[in-house]
Structure formats: structure tokens, C-alpha cells
């Protein structure tokens, strides 16, 4: 491991690994690994996972070095990390709510505790955001981060079910600063390029990871619709834009990873993850004013769907945050 699960790190991490795939002998150590952030963890995690899961196949073992006991290896212990990707360590992966209100450990929404009749499916996902934010907001984290955390949270659960084929997304929350909110999500469904393949023909994976994160980019090319949930594609550009002004945003699908944080962008090529692992850093001085920011991208998104071929023009209620009670 490296000392570092910054998304670049990670995703070198992970290209090594699979580069090993084959080894007849092959041990993970752990004990050079000093910081650790959601996004990176479940980059990691979905490499170890799926390595493991082929080595098996081709009848080899994994084996993992002694794990000492540093800061960041008893985080991912008691996140349940050794246990997700098959490590007998730790802590098993939980419920979504433990009794530290700065973290959630990595959890999982199975699609079948979701009502899928109707537009049940997304109001169950707001359900769990709504307590979600709930949970971190009545104890350490100032209660007008509520509106933020919990449309994030949102958003990128329900693309993974909305694009992915997907029967369970698994997600990881750190929000130990009380103006700060680290989040991930990872699905192993059928990635990002084959997804929007369906609408834009075939696309690199370097193009597909840069088109999704677009306004206005989606599979769906069916009419406009009243409906407040309508797949419109500006769920990832809103989540990338808060993650360039306010953090970072980070997305690696299809063989391919991009960050953005600023002004700057980083790509990091020929990653052999299945699925999507998707994460958002947002670090917001005064939350209070989240609605007001959050409309600003959309309106500037909108703008610029215009011009681009294949786009919506027009955000859903669920992308604006203006959801009608159902």
C-alpha cells in the first residue's frame, strides 16, 4: 500500500496490483499506509476485492502481511475495510448508523429494501439521505449542513442505481471536521462508458469519465417529462462543480480516473477497477447558503448544455433541490 490513498495514489496502488494478478505468490502490506480519505479507501478496497476474487478463480491465494497497529490501519479496521475485501480483521462492515457521529463505516443499500413501484425508489434514497444527515447533524456537525450532506449523499447513490445495473451500492462518510464533508460511493456494475455508450456511441474511458461529468449527459434520450426524478444529467456535473469550487471531486470508471479541484484537473489512465467509485470533498465555511450556490451551478450548467450535442437543457426538480413532498 502507499503511503498515501489520495486518488492518484490509489489508483497507482490499484494498477500495480492487478499488474501482479497472476503471481503465484502475492502478499498486500499494510504498513507503510499513513493517510487515508473515503474516496481512495473504496478505490482500494474495489481493487483488493476483485483481485481476490480472480485470483481465486485461477485457484491462487492472496495473502496479506502482519497489520500493525498504526492510526490508519485501526480506521480502516474499525470501518470494516479488512472484512469488505476479504480480510479476516476487524470490525465486519455494519449498519449505516454506529455510535462515532463523525464517521459512517462502510455501508451498503441493497436495491431490495427500496420500493421500486413508481418514484418510490428515489424517494426511499432521499429517505436515507434525509437521515443519514440526520445522524451526523444531531450531535457534532452544525445542523445547516443538513441540506448539503444530504443531497450529496443523494445524488450519488441514486446514479449508481439510475445508470449502473446494479443491485447494491456500497458508500463511506468522514465528516470528523464539522464544515467539511468527505464522501464516496462504489458500485460494480457495468461503468460509465458502456452506460452512456447506449446514447453516444463508443467512448474512450478517458472521454466517457469526462463527458459524464457534463450538463446535461445521460443515457436517457427519452421526452421531457413533469416527473421531479427525471434523468436529466446533471446530478455528477452539479456534485464535480461543488467538489471544484469548494474541494475536490473525484471519479474513476471504465479504466479511467478523474479529479478535479479548482481550476486543475488530473487523469490517471488504464485503472482495472470494475464499476464506478465516485467521491466528494466539500468543505463549506457557511453551509447556510448551499441553495443559493447550488442554484448558481445549475443555472450556469443549463447554459452550457445548450450547447453541447445529445444534451438536456433543462435540470430536474431532484437535480435543483426542489423536491415536492411525496
Request: aromatic share 8%.
Amino acid at each position: 500500500m502507499p503511503r498515501s490513498l489520495s486518488p492518484e495514489k490509489a489508483a497507482g496502488f490499484a494498477t500495480r496490483l492487478f499488474a501482479k494478478a497472476a503471481s503465484t505468490d502475492l502478499d498486500i502490506e499494510f504498513g507503510g499506509l499513513v493517510d487515508v480519505a473515503p474516496y481512495g479507501v473504496l478505490l482500494a478496497a474495489a481493487a483488493i476485492r476483485q483481485l481476490v476474487r480472480a485470483r481465486s478463480a485461477m485457484g491462487l491465494h492472496t495473502g496479506y502481511a502482519k497489520l500493525p497497529a498504526t492510526d490508519a490501519t485501526l480506521f480502516l479496521r474499525k470501518i470494516g475495510f479488512f472484512r469488505f475485501v476479504g480480510i479476516e480483521h476487524g470490525d465486519w462492515p455494519r449498519a449505516i448508523f454506529r455510535e462515532d457521529h463523525t464517521f459512517i463505516a462502510i455501508s451498503e443499500i441493497p436495491r431490495i429494501v427500496l420500493d421500486e413501484t413508481g418514484n418510490r425508489i428515489q424517494n426511499d434514497l432521499k429517505a436515507i439521505s434525509d437521515q443519514v444527515a440526520a445522524y451526523f447533524c444531531s450531535q457534532t456537525v452544525p445542523s445547516d449542513f443538513a441540506d448539503p450532506l444530504s443531497y450529496c449523499v443523494r445524488e450519488l447513490v441514486r446514479n449508481s442505481f439510475e445508470h449502473a445495473g446494479v443491485d447494491v451500492v456500497h458508500f463511506l462518510i468522514d465528516m470528523s471536521n464539522p464544515r467539511s464533508a468527505e464522501l464516496a460511493i462504489l458500485d460494480e456494475g457495468i461503468g460509465i462508458a458502456e452506460s452512456l455508450g447506449h446514447a453516444f456511441g463508443v467512448l474512450t474511458p478517458r472521454n466517457a469519465v469526462t463527458l459524464a461529468l457534463k450538463p446535461g449527459i445521460t443515457e436517457y434520450q427519452g421526452p421531457e417529462t413533469s416527473d421531479q426524478w427525471q434523468n436529466t444529467g446533471f446530478g455528477l456535473y452539479v456534485l464535480s462543480e461543488l467538489g471544484r469550487q469548494f474541494g475536490s471531486f473525484s471519479i474513476c470508471s471504465s479504466g479511467s480516473q478523474l479529479t478535479v479541484f479548482g481550476k486543475r484537473s488530473a487523469v490517471s489512465p488504464a485503472i482495472p477497477v470494475n464499476g464506478t467509485v465516485a467521491g466528494l470533498r466539500l468543505h463549506l465555511e457557511e453551509p447556510e447558503y448551499f441553495s443559493n450556490i447550488r442554484a448558481q451551478i445549475v443555472a450556469r450548467g443549463e447554459m452550457e448544455a445548450a450547447k453541447i450535442p445529445g444534451a438536456r437543457t433543462q435540470a430536474s426538480a431532484a437535480s435543483r433541490g426542489k423536491l415536492l413532498w411525496t
